[in-house]
T-cell receptor
Framework: EAQVTQNPRYLITVTGKKLTVTCSQN?????MSWYRQDPGLGLRQIYYSMNVEVTDKGDVPEGYKVSRKEKRNFPLILESPSPNQTSLYFC?????????????FGPGTRLTVL | AQKVTQAQTEISVVEKEDVTLDCVYE???????LFWYKQPPSGELVFLIR??????QNEISGRYSWNFQKSTSSFNFTITASQVVDSAVYFC??????????????FGGGTRLMVKP
C-alpha cells in the first residue's frame, strides 16, 4: 500500500530535550516536506527536500533541522524544543515538478512541549 | 507572495442543507494549482480536488462541486445535501509552478464545518 508513515504519532516532551520525528514513504517520491498545523493558520511549510542530500527552508524553519540521506526518509529534528513548537506536524511527499498532482500526507504527529 | 484566505472559520448547518465554503487566493503567477483537502476529526488530510489555472471548468463529484473563477480569484466548494459525515475542517491550498517546482502548498486557515443531525 502506497503510504507516508510518521512516528511517533503523539509525543509529549519537555523544553530542551532533543527529539526526532521520522517520516518514511514507499512511493519512490523525490520531493518530501514538513508542515506544521496551528489553529487559524492552516498548514505552513517548515522544510522541504527536492531529492537526496538536497534540502531547503520553507516558511517557518526556525528551531528545526532536517536531513535527507535516503530517498524514502526525511526526519524532522528539534534540537532544543520550546513550547511554541507545540503543534500538529505533517510530512508529505510527491514526485518532483508535479505540483499538478496531489501530495501524499502522513497521518500527522501531535507534539506537546511542556 | 501567494496567499489563500478562507474567511469562514466555522460554519454550522443542519443535515441536508447545502453549504458553500469560500476560498480566495492571491498569486502573481499565471500558472498555479488549487486544491481542497478535508481533515476529519481523526486528523488525517484527505485530498479532494486539484485544479490548474488554465482549467476554469466547474467540477462536480457526487454531492461535491467546485466553482473556479479566475476573475474573482476564487475557488469555492459546495456540498449539496450535507451529511453528518461531512463534519470536518476543510482547507483550500495553492501551489505556484515556481515554488519548489510547484510542490509547495500554501494553505488557507481552514473552515470548520459542523453538520448537525
Amino acid at each position: 500500500e502506497a503510504q507516508v508513515t510518521q512516528n511517533p504519532r503523539y509525543l509529549i516532551t519537555v523544553t530542551g530535550k532533543k527529539l526526532t520525528v521520522t517520516c518514511s514513504q514507499n512511493m519512490n517520491h523525490e520531493y518530501m516536506s514538513w508542515y506544521r498545523q496551528d489553529p487559524g493558520l492552516g498548514l505552513r511549510q517548515i522544510y522541504y527536500s527536492m531529492n537526496v542530500e538536497v534540502t531547503d527552508k520553507g516558511d517557518v524553519p526556525e528551531g528545526y533541522k532536517v536531513s535527507r540521506k535516503e530517498k524514502r526518509n526525511f526526519p524532522l529534528i528539534l534540537e532544543s524544543p520550546s513550547p511554541n513548537q507545540t503543534s500538529l506536524y505533517f510530512c508529505a511527499s510527491s514526485f518532483t515538478g508535479t505540483g499538478r498532482t496531489e501530495q501524499f500526507f502522513g497521518p500527522g504527529t501531535r507534539l506537546t512541549v511542556l | 507572495a501567494q496567499k489563500v484566505t478562507q474567511a469562514q472559520t466555522e460554519i454550522s448547518v443542519v443535515e441536508k442543507e447545502d453549504v458553500t465554503l469560500d476560498c480566495v487566493y492571491e498569486t502573481r503567477d499565471t500558472t498555479y494549482y488549487l486544491f481542497w483537502y478535508k481533515q476529519p476529526p481523526s486528523g488525517e488530510l484527505v485530498f479532494l480536488i486539484r485544479r490548474n489555472s488554465f482549467d476554469e471548468q466547474n467540477e462536480i463529484s457526487g454531492r461535491y462541486s467546485w466553482n473556479f473563477q479566475k476573475s474573482t480569484s476564487s475557488f469555492n466548494f459546495t456540498i449539496t445535501a450535507s451529511q453528518v459525515v461531512d463534519s470536518a475542517v476543510y482547507f483550500c491550498a495553492l501551489s505556484e509552478a515556481e515554488d519548489n517546482a510547484g510542490n509547495m502548498l500554501t494553505f488557507g486557515g481552514g473552515t470548520r464545518l459542523m453538520v448537525k443531525p
